[in-house]
C-alpha cells in the first residue's frame, strides 16, 4: 500500500515569522552598508540562505545583489567574508621556542 | 542618447598621498568630460583597508563619482581606469537621484554602526 501523503496541517505549521530587514525600518539595501551585509554571511563568506535568515523574497534578493556588488568593490572578500578595518592584536607565539642554534 | 545617472567608485592606490590621488581622479574626470559626460558630484571615504590584496596591495581610496552619462562615456572612462595602474577598482551602479544617494551615503560615514546589530537576536549569530 502507498504511503499516504500526509495533509498539511496547520496546527503543526511555525507561525510565519516577520522579515526581519523590514520589522526593523530598514529601507535601503546598499553594497556601502557592509556592517548589516556582514550579518547575512557566514565566517567564510558565504550567504545565508533565506530558510534561516527569514527575509522576505524581495529583501533577500536585494541582499544577495548588495553582497555581490560589495564582494567585486572589495568590502567583502570573496573566501574570508567580513574584513575588518584594522587587524586585530597579534596573538602571542605559543609554540615552543625552537632548539637548534 | 539619453542620459543616466550612475555612482561610480573608484579605488586608487592607497599609497598615494593626496596630491597624487587628486591627479589621478582628475585625469579620468578630464576623460569622462571628453566623452561628453558630467560630473556632478563626488565624495571620499577616505583609505580603507581591501578585503582582499590587488595588485599585491593591501590598502586603497575609495572615493564615489556621481555621473550623468550614457553607455558610450562609461565604457571610454571604465576602459581609461583599466590601463591606469594606480586606479586598483572601477565599479559603476546607476542612482535614481544622485542626490539622495549621496546623502545616504553621508548618513552611512557618520554612523557606520547603525544596521550592525539589526539581526543578532534572530540569527544568534
Known amino acids: ?101 | 542618447m539619453s542620459m543616466k545617472q550612475y555612482e561610480l567608485l573608484v579605488v586608487s592606490d592607497g599609497g598615494l598621498t593626496e596630491e597624487e590621488n587628486k591627479q589621478v581622479l582628475d585625469r579620468h574626470k578630464e576623460v569622462i568630460v571628453k566623452a561628453g559626460g558630467k560630473v556632478l558630484d563626488e565624495a571620499s571615504w577616505g583609505r580603507r583597508r581591501i578585503a582582499y590584496p590587488i595588485n599585491k596591495k593591501g590598502h586603497g581610496i575609495y572615493q564615489f563619482l556621481y555621473l550623468e552619462a550614457n553607455g558610450e562615456v562609461l565604457d571610454a572612462a571604465l576602459l581609461q581606469m583599466g590601463y591606469d595602474e594606480l586606479v586598483l577598482k572601477s565599479f559603476v551602479t546607476t542612482v535614481d537621484d544622485y542626490q539622495e544617494s549621496k546623502k545616504a551615503f553621508e548618513a552611512l560615514l557618520a554612523d557606520p554602526q547603525k544596521n550592525a546589530k539589526l539581526t543578532t537576536d534572530i540569527l544568534g549569530a
Open chain 1, 1 to 101: 500500500m502507498a504511503k499516504r501523503r500526509r495533509k498539511n496541517n496547520n496546527k503543526e505549521r511555525a507561525a510565519k515569522r516577520p522579515c526581519p530587514l523590514e520589522s526593523a525600518g530598514v529601507v535601503e539595501i546598499n553594497f556601502k552598508d557592509i556592517e548589516l551585509l556582514r550579518q547575512f554571511i557566514t565566517e567564510k563568506g558565504k550567504i545565508i540562505p533565506r530558510r534561516i535568515t527569514g527575509l522576505s523574497s524581495k529583501s533577500q534578493k536585494l541582499l544577495t545583489h548588495s553582497i555581490k556588488q560589495a564582494r567585486n568593490a572589495s568590502l567583502l572578500s570573496f573566501a574570508a567574508g567580513y574584513v575588518p578595518q584594522h587587524e586585530p592584536a597579534q596573538e602571542q607565539d605559543t609554540r615552543p621556542p625552537r632548539r637548534d642554534s
